[in-house]
């Protein structure tokens, strides 16, 4: 009877101790502002402690008059502390904002416990998503962060392609929540182009790798983007608006936590940028997309089973009828202008559906298995009737009345350009993924995919000439393709702790094409180490092949016929590196340093026109690329990270049968001969990518943005002409966009969760292109009455300003 009323004492105890009870709340912030999710606030020397929701709030109950202190916790933040006293029945308000602290990484990747730190693969980059929604941009595309890293080129602001290290924009792999993203096929110009298919509003992580990859990842050539979207844990929003376009999300969690869905919807026009081309017209483009990820918790254990489905649609319209173009170019000396009037229009339509599914199930503690399902249906049209009638001319630089107007004609003719393109495309995939974690240090990771591939293309295009009333029929395509074919690939592979500082990593990938049936067998190695005397400094390296079995555009040729017999691009990678982690400023800062070489045989060669791709259908090339990739980022200034890259790379190409007419002192033709190693199309001797932020010592909340992007020229070469391929050098790539911006908070209610209310509005003002620099994507040709060929550049757009706002709810 004792014993059991000694227990009743003991559970009435708390109860009496608890009874006079005053409440902590608030919020928990990063140095930008952004909330912490998952952030404990607890009690020093007490049990008592709460984690933030996805809003960074807490609330918080502890006892009354009693001199307690506050600690707040956050893994890669510094811990803080604030003493604190409440009456019984207050509510008291205290607001916590957390600086970085990346020593405390630093030690848990001594011990090699994070299964995320980057010193143990090659060329991985991870990058904060919340960086990409305040990037100075001309549509707030999230891939324009990736022009910052080293290696990585994009030398147009209207394009959300990106080249890695010496390849092109169909070699990129790109992955959202395990599910492979394809490109649109028929794109020609960047002006066409709609938004990239990653919404930077349901981002949660951002993984980057630009070479020597491991074998779970697929069969491409030069690079990995991997994106987890959010699995949301409360009701949040935000609404984005820009002289560009806008967007808005949802995302909310039921109240176990079990359901939750994630939702965004863009909207991008920019016929505002495309107001500073060169053609001047009527530009309608209008592009669409809406996004839908729907996270259910499927078992009795949270987390144990649990199913993502993925829910995706893109419209995208691009109409414009052009109307005139004025183009000066030359010496200063002897400048020349070109005069283009134009009739007709041109439409691209493409429509975009892509589903997907990933179920998960944690069989035990050790084994974790994946199924998914995947599914993409693009329909692309292309239609154009554009007449245009040129006139080339010498420009007056000395008269007075007339200077800067034609003084003699060079050329007079026009141009007929149509196409009549229609283009289906099915992609079907299952794959099964599964992680072993045989010990504390040996993990096996093992899959299994196949896919069904259909598309069916429709090619009906002409153009011709007339010049002095000469009309020659320039080219002609008319084709209708089918291709239905099945892939299978698998990967095995296992990574190895040989103690706390070493870390191996080997494998294999298979994969075959039921088209050609070609087998491709391609084993890859990793291993990376932390030195034992000096622990911020860490070594590794990769070497591996890696092939790309073709895809639809590779296999059709300049024609509009397919090669059946074309087979796997092969590349044979081999990186080494290391990072150092060092402090300046009594600050954290990180040095990446990485030098590769790619050895590249069964090569498909492509001609590159703005951001169209056409190949020629044919394994008749070999070539490498080799360079060196360095990159410093850490807060230079405090609480702000930033980053500068620097790329240098040399990409070339040996195409068999291609061959340069050989003079001799007077003129006279007298052979020919192969022209052996020149320049990809590619190929970019430096690249340099700054990404700087900024703030006032005493107001984080307004801030500046600063994004700087030089690569040096590219190859060109007039079309036709193959002793001319990639024979002249462009003019380099130099932009600057800078944003100034200011973070308004709100507040929020933190004891009614359905209240929706404003949480803080963001306000930029942008400046794109600060320099106006006269960027060229590429070069339109035309002959004069003597029968020599201009290069006429094409432009990218100016300077403009943009204003933006972000409001978060």
């Known amino acids: 009877m004792h014993r059991y009323l000694a227990v009743w004492l003991l559970m009435l105890l708390p109860a009496g ?15 930008s502002r952004q909330p912490l999710e998952m952030a404990t606030v607890g009690v020093q020397g007490r049990t008592l402690g709460v984690q933030t929701d996805a809003q960074g709030r807490y609330s918080l109950k502890v006892p009354a ?84 890293l080293p290696g990585v080129t994009s030398n147009n602001e209207l394009s959300s392609t990106y080249s890695v290290r010496g390849g092109n924009y169909d070699e990129n792999l790109v992955y959202v929540n395990g599910i492979e993203i394809y490109r649109p096929f028929l794109i020609s110009a960047a002006q066409q182009e709609g938004l990239s298919f990653v919404n930077p509003d349901l981002v949660a992580n951002v993984e980057f790798s630009s070479g020597g990859w491991q074998p779970k990842y697929g069969d491409k050539l030069s690079s990995v983007l991997n994106i987890q979207y959010k699995r949301p844990t409360s009701f949040a929003g935000s609404v984005t608006g820009s002289l560009t376009g806008g967007a808005i999300h949802l995302e909310e969690a039921s109240k176990n936590k079990r359901v939750s869905y994630l939702m965004g919807l863009r ?3 920019s016929q505002y940028m495309l107001q500073g081309l060169q053609v001047d017209g009527q530009y309608r483009p209008v592009f669409t997309d809406g996004q839908v990820y729907l996270s259910f918790d499927l078992g009795r254990q949270p ?41 007709g229009q041109e439409n691209m339509e493409y429509d975009t559906y892509q589903v997907g599914a990933n179920l998960s199930h944690q069989v035990s503690d050790n084994l974790l298995t994946e199924f998914i399902v995947s599914g993409v249906h693009s329909l692309e049209r292309e239609f154009r009737d554009i007449e245009a009638a040129y006139r080339l001319c010498d420009v007056n630089t000395l008269g007075r009345n007339d200077m800067g107007e034609c003084l003699r004609d060079r050329g007079i003719g026009s141009q007929f350009d149509h196409a009549r393109n229609a283009l289906k495309a099915m992609v079907l995939a299952a794959e099964s993924r599964n992680t072993w974690r045989l010990s504390s240090r040996s993990t096996v990771l093992a899959g299994a995919k196949a896919s069904l591939e259909r598309i069916n293309d429709r090619l009906s ?24 074919t099945q892939r299978y690939n698998g990967y095995v592979q296992h990574t190895y702790e040989l103690d706390s500082l070493k870390t191996f990593t080997y494998g294999i990938r298979a994969s075959y094409w039921s088209y050609n049936n070609e087998l491709t067998i391609t084993p890859r190695v990793q291993y990376s180490f932390i030195t034992r005397r000096n622990p911020d400094l860490s070594f590794k390296a990769a070497v591996g092949l890696y092939y790309q079995p073709p895809f639809y555009r590779e296999l ?111 003129g006279e033709i007298i052979g020919s001969r192969n022209r052996g190693y020149m320049r990809r ?54 932009r600057v966009d800078i944003g100034f911006s200011k973070l308004i908070a709100l507040g929020d209610d933190l004891t009614d969760r359905k209240k929706v209310s404003l949480e803080s509005l963001w306000i ?9 620099a006269q960027n060229r994507i590429s070069y339109s040709y035309v002959t004069d009455v003597n029968n020599l060929t201009y290069a006429i550049p094409n432009f990218l757009t100016g300077r403009r300003v943009n204003l933006r706002f972000i409001a978060r709810f």
């Open 556 to 666: 059709r040729n300049f024609q509009g016929e397919l090669n059946p017999d074309l087979k796997a691009q092969r590349s044979l990678h081999a990186v080494i590196g290391s990072d150092y982690l060092f402090k300046a400023w009594d600050r954290d800062f990180k040095l990446t340093t990485e030098a590769y070489y790619k050895h590249m045989t069964n090569v498909v060669p492509y001609d590159l026109d703005n951001v169209r791709l056409r190949y020629y259908g044919q394994n008749n090339a070999k070539a490498y690329a080799a360079g060196l990739d360095v990159r410093v980022n850490g807060e230079f200034i405090k609480g702000a990270e930033s980053w500068l890259s620097l790329g240098l790379m040399q990409t070339r190409e040996n195409v068999q049968g291609d061959s340069s007419l050989v003079y001799n002192s007077s």
């Open 681 to 734: 199309p590619t190929d970019q001797l430096v690249n340099i990518g700054v990404f700087f932020q900024d703030h006032l010592p005493d107001n984080p909340t307004i801030r500046m943005y600063l994004n700087a992007v030089y690569g040096s020229g590219l190859p060109f070469g007039p079309p036709n002409r193959p002793d001319f391929r990639n024979a002249f050098s462009g003019k380099s790539y130099k």
């Open 267 to 269: 909207h991008k026009n």
């Open 461 to 484: 295009e002409y153009g011709f000439v007339d010049s002095s009333d000469f009309v020659t029929m320039a080219y002609t395509l008319n084709s209708e393709l089918d291709l239905h």
């Open 303 to 343: 987390e144990r089973t649990t199913l993502g489905l993925l829910g995706s649609y893109a419209r995208n319209n691009f109409r414009v009828e052009p109307e005139t173009r004025t183009t000066t170019f030359g010496t200063r000396q002897a400048p020349l202008r070109l005069l283009v009037a134009y009739d």
């Open 65 to 148: 008059t009693e001199d307690l202190v506050l600690v707040v916790r956050y893994l890669g933040y510094k811990q803080q502390e604030r003493s604190v006293q409440v009456e019984a029945g207050q509510e008291l308000v205290l607001d916590f904002v957390l600086e970085a602290d990346p020593q405390q990484l630093r030690q848990v990747d001594v011990r090699g416990k994070r299964e995320d730190d980057t010193r143990e693969q090659v060329s991985v980059t991870r990058l904060d998503p919340t960086l990409t929604k305040t990037l100075p941009s001309a549509f707030g595309d999230f891939n324009m962060i990736l022009a910052t």
């Open 17 to 31: 101790v608890f009874a006079q009870q005053g409440t902590v709340k608030g919020t928990v912030l990063d140095s």
């Open 764 to 772: 930029g003002l942008e400046v794109l292109n600060i320099i106006d």
